[in-house]
């Protein structure tokens, strides 16, 4: 799956040079624009939809494969060849992220991959993961040297895990929150917690309170709220009002963080092409109003991208609370 694209110039004087086609990585993607992050390279570790949970609110759809198994799902030296060649090319980012179409701990080799990038460039490392696999020693000691690491915490026992994010057999509550509470004693980078929440499901404030009972005892060194502003793979997972989540940040000590909407402000200098629309679309479904914001395009122009990657069949719309929301058409 086409993931990442630059262009480069050649020694030819400027009447002789010819723009050069979109690179292509394939495991590689973006920069793309993050909540959290600012503009994000992502790092593609597994394939698409392997997960060890299947979250009623993921928006890249159903988990295809669930599993608890670590192995090198992406042969880590592709990897790291992509990536030496994009800091090669010259490629900006404000952070590299190991995340992407599914959990990246369960790739036995993701250590590799963040000491290289700390090794070979200044760029900070971060990972996302839901955390399901910390309780292994492994584990934490390849994400311990990433510079932020995010964990998911979104349920508060193991009827709530069950219902909200579905894990592996293999995998239960207890054990997802010693495995947090014990890579938090021992990283020394920046810990991050989402709570996503879902309305109706865990959004009662007892409810919560339980999570931000959970949560301080990880000790993060920040807790951000999420809610499904994109389209989820269950329809009933809807959205929760802003200022609901405003009142449920409250619960937590410090009060938490609402993130629900992304920003990206250093974004206009990202190439836009419609390949690269389709290849964050495909990633991250998107309003026409992100892709001019991500892009520095004329909502014109934008829609002749979207418009003739839905006629062509590479993307679709879906309208979300009134909104229409472009999206891959993954096979």
């Known amino acids: 799956r086409a993931a990442a694209f630059f262009s480069q110039t050649t020694d030819q004087s400027p009447s002789e040079t010819q723009p050069m086609p979109p690179r292509r990585y394939k495991y590689l993607f973006g920069?793309?624009?993050?909540?959290?992050?600012?503009?994000?390279?992502?790092?593609?570790?597994?394939?698409?939809k392997t997960f060890s949970f299947e979250c009623i609110f993921c928006q890249l759809g159903r988990t295809?494969?669930?599993?608890?198994?670590?192995r090198?799902?992406?042969?880590?030296?592709?990897?790291?060849?992509?990536?030496?060649?994009?800091l090669k090319s010259g490629g900006e980012a404000d952070v590299i992220t190991l995340a992407g179409s599914g959990e990246p701990t369960l790739n036995s080799e993701f250590g590799r991959i963040i000491e290289f990038v700390r090794r070979?460039?200044?760029?900070?490392?971060?990972?996302?993961?839901?955390?399901?696999?910390l309780s292994d020693p492994e584990v934490r000691r390849q994400a311990a040297q990433a510079d932020i690491v995010k964990v998911s915490l979104s349920a508060w026992n193991t009827a709530s895990l069950q219902r909200i994010n579905r894990p592996h057999p293999?995998?239960?509550?207890?054990?997802?929150?010693?495995?947090q509470r014990q890579f938090r004693r021992e990283f020394q980078g920046r810990l991050w917690m989402e709570v996503f929440l879902v309305w109706g499901l865990n959004t009662a404030a007892r409810d919560v309170s339980a999570v931000a009972r959970w949560a301080k005892q990880i000790h993060p060194d920040k807790i951000q709220l999420n809610t499904a502003v994109r389209p989820p793979c269950e329809a009933f997972?809807?959205?929760?009002?802003?200022?609901?989540?405003?009142?449920?940040?409250?619960?937590?000590?410090?009060?938490?963080?609402?993130?629900?909407?992304?920003?990206?402000?250093?974004?206009?200098?990202?190439?836009?092409?419609?390949?690269e629309v389709l290849a964050m679309i495909e990633?991250?479904?998107?309003?026409?109003?992100?892709?001019?914001r991500v892009f520095g395009l004329?909502?014109?122009?934008?829609a002749k991208y979207t418009g003739k990657l839905v006629r062509t069949g590479q993307a679709r719309e879906q309208r979300r609370e009134g909104r229409i929301y472009y999206l891959g058409s993954h096979d």
């Open 31 to 48: 920069p793309v624009p993050s909540r959290r992050l600012g503009r994000s390279l992502g790092v593609d570790l597994v394939p698409f």
């Open 170 to 179: 293999g995998l239960d509550f207890a054990r997802l929150v010693e495995g």
């Open 237 to 275: 997972a809807r959205l929760v009002p802003p200022n609901r989540m405003k009142a449920l940040a409250r619960l937590f000590a410090p009060p938490a963080d609402v993130i629900a909407e992304y920003s990206s402000d250093r974004s206009a200098g990202v190439q836009a092409t419609e390949i």
């Open 283 to 292: 990633r991250r479904p998107c309003t026409l109003d992100q892709i001019c």
């Open 64 to 70: 295809t494969h669930k599993t608890a198994e670590r």
């Open 72 to 86: 090198e799902y992406a042969p880590a030296d592709a990897i790291l060849g992509e990536l030496a060649d994009w």
């Open 120 to 133: 070979k460039s200044s760029i900070p490392v971060a990972l996302l993961t839901n955390g399901s696999l």
């Open 298 to 302: 004329h909502r014109n122009e934008a």
